[in-house]
């Protein structure tokens, strides 16, 4: 028998995106879509259409470039926001709007103050409204987890008989445990009678660490829908995670009986690609992507992988996307070294951005001039530090850092603004803060700095640093990567700086 389809529903742009400090830009966003396109993924929420027009205008740019996946996004049970989805999806070749409203007695009470069967008519209201606009209609029951079970196979069935083509039932806050989420799948299948006419979905939240059990439970009980995020990056403590789902469902198809859309061999640059632009590391053991999750480090181990690899792995690295380096990059890799590497981790160059690739060389040169060998997470490093459409009116020229456990951290850095040369010193708690203080010193801004952070790879790794600065309510990313760690915060902290000032010109 052929197995099942299951449909996974990629919702980083929209939960993932969510969590503070991962927000991503319209070209972040677009560039993530074509690679989770190219992943195979069968739906993108491109974002939340009514939530700014930031995100309204990155959610139609992806409905009009992004071809393959059903685009959606989401919206509150009310005709403004349903609207604005609409809109932002029409572009697409297939889209589909998703609305969320509660079903639990703790929304119903605290969050709406209405009763049941207000917020059932309201959410019927929403679905008729919506397919005068869209014919592919999701409605989540948010908060399904804990809601009374007639309230929500009444909701279910009614919104169904409204138009709704998925349901989509929510773990909201990750309280659910698997055997008893996939009985309730089970329970919901069986009861709703009219359930044949839509689309089973799940999405599930990390709290207790169930949230690929939970999926997995409720693909077993028949759900068609899976709903997740690559690196289970999203609200709290994350969503639901693409690659474990995947690949369980891959790996036990025995049990599991299903199958997905899923190029497994695109789960790793993508995941590469999603922890850089969102600034998100990924824990080193965590499953299928974390840089231990195909390392065999004790001697019994490595010697029974060495004898029959099966011993200790169940699936190839190379199936999700991990390769073992066929051409290692040194300070003597060309270019066309560099693009043929760039290419397998998910970054194509073509004639037509020869700049931005003559830019990620030259960075690519000074980093492999001090390492001996420029990894794949380094590569991800590199380029997420290409240049931006901002005009550098404070470009480092030169720095001196020190620290010791008697004194304060001193810095002296010199910076190149509108043809002049100026230099200033600073002190701070480490070096990276006491160039900040001479930064400061020297441009005079009256920014705020909210937050630093870092991350590296290994004892020679390229430090990526991510710095946000805020002025009033504006906030500012600015993004660097060297091996020098304070000279990637101070290179991430002009960057921000250059988009306050390009923002503000006044202030220079
Ligand atoms: O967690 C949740 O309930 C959601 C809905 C919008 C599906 O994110
Ligand atoms: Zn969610």
């Given at each position: 028998m052929e197995p099942r389809k299951v449909d996974i529903f990629d919702t980083t742009l929209r939960d993932g995106e969510q969590v503070p400090g991962a927000s991503l830009n319209r070209d972040e966003k677009l560039q993530i879509a074509h690679q989770l396109a190219h992943l195979g993924v069968d739906v993108i929420e491109a974002g939340f259409a009514a939530s700014s027009p930031g995100d309204f205008a990155a959610i139609k740019t992806i409905a009009e470039q992004v071809k393959g996946p059903t685009i959606t996004a989401l919206a509150r049970a009310v005709k403004a926001d349903i609207e604005a989805v609409a809109e932002a999806v029409k572009p697409a070749e297939?889209?589909?709007?998703?609305?969320?409203?509660?079903?639990?007695?703790?929304?119903?009470?605290?969050?709406?103050?209405?009763?049941?069967?207000?917020?059932?008519?309201?959410?019927?209201?929403?679905?008729?409204?919506?397919?005068?606009?869209?014919?592919?209609?999701?409605?989540?029951?948010e908060d399904a987890s804990r809601s009374d079970f007639d309230y929500l196979c009444r909701t279910l069935e009614a919104v169904i008989d409204a138009g709704a083509t998925v349901v989509n039932i929510p773990d909201t806050v990750g309280y659910a445990v698997?055997?008893?989420?996939?009985?309730?799948?089970?329970?919901?299948?069986?009861?709703?009678?009219?359930?044949?006419?839509?689309?089973?979905?799940v999405h599930c939240h990390n709290d207790l660490g169930m949230a690929t059990a939970n999926s997995l439970a409720a693909v077993k009980a028949g759900a068609q829908q899976v709903e997740c995020t690559i690196n289970g990056v999203g609200e709290r403590a994350g969503n639901a995670s693409l690659e474990e789902i995947v690949m369980a469902i891959k790996m036990r198809g025995d049990?599991?009986?299903?199958?997905?859309?899923?190029?497994?061999?695109?789960?790793?640059?993508?995941?590469?690609?999603v922890r850089e632009l969102m600034n998100m590391p990924v824990q080193r053991n965590k499953a299928i992507v974390g840089a231990n999750a195909f390392a065999h480090s004790s001697g019994i181990h490595q010697d029974g992988f060495l004898k029959n690899r099966l011993n200790y792995e169940i699936m190839r690295p190379e199936d999700v996307g991990i390769e073992k380096s066929d051409i290692v990059l040194t300070a003597r890799s060309g270019r066309h070294a560099l693009r043929h590497r760039l290419e397998k981790v998910g970054h194509y160059y073509d004639a037509s951005h020869r700049e931005a690739f003559e830019h990620i060389y030259a960075r690519f040169l000074t980093v492999a001039d001090r390492k001996k060998e420029v990894t794949d997470e380094d590569l991800h490093h590199i380029v997420s530090d290409a240049p931006m459409d901002v005009p550098e009116q404070y470009l480092l020229e030169d720095f001196h850092a020190t620290s010791g456990s008697q004194q304060a951290a001193t810095a002296h850095v010199r910076i190149h603004i509108s043809g002049e040369s100026i230099a200033e010193?600073?002190?701070?708690?480490?070096?990276?803060?006491?160039?900040?203080?001479?930064?400061?010193?020297?441009?005079?801004?009256?920014?705020?700095?909210?937050?630093?952070?870092?991350?590296?790879?290994?004892?020679?790794?390229?430090?990526?640093?991510?710095?946000?600065?805020?002025?009033?309510?504006?906030?500012?990313?600015?993004?660097?990567a060297d091996t020098d760690v304070v000279k990637a915060g101070i290179q991430a902290y002009l960057s921000s700086l250059n988009q306050l000032v390009a923002r503000h010109s006044g202030l220079l």
């Open positions: 297939r889209k589909r709007i998703h609305m969320v409203l509660g079903t639990s007695d703790t929304h119903l009470e605290t969050k709406f103050r209405k009763s049941r069967d207000e917020i059932l008519e309201m959410g019927v209201a929403a679905v008729k409204f919506a397919r005068n606009l869209c014919d592919d209609i999701e409605y989540s029951t698997p055997e008893q989420w996939g009985d309730l799948i089970r329970r919901i299948i069986e009861r709703v009678p009219n359930i044949h006419r839509a689309k089973v979905s049990f599991y009986g299903g199958r997905t859309g899923i190029r497994t061999q695109e789960i790793y640059p993508t995941s590469l690609m010193s600073g002190t701070g708690s480490s070096p990276l803060l006491a160039a900040f203080d001479a930064i400061d010193r020297i441009t005079k801004l009256p920014s705020h700095l909210e937050d630093i952070q870092t991350s590296a790879n290994g004892k020679e790794g390229v430090h990526n640093v991510t710095v946000r600065v805020s002025y009033h309510t504006q906030t500012f990313f600015g993004r660097s």
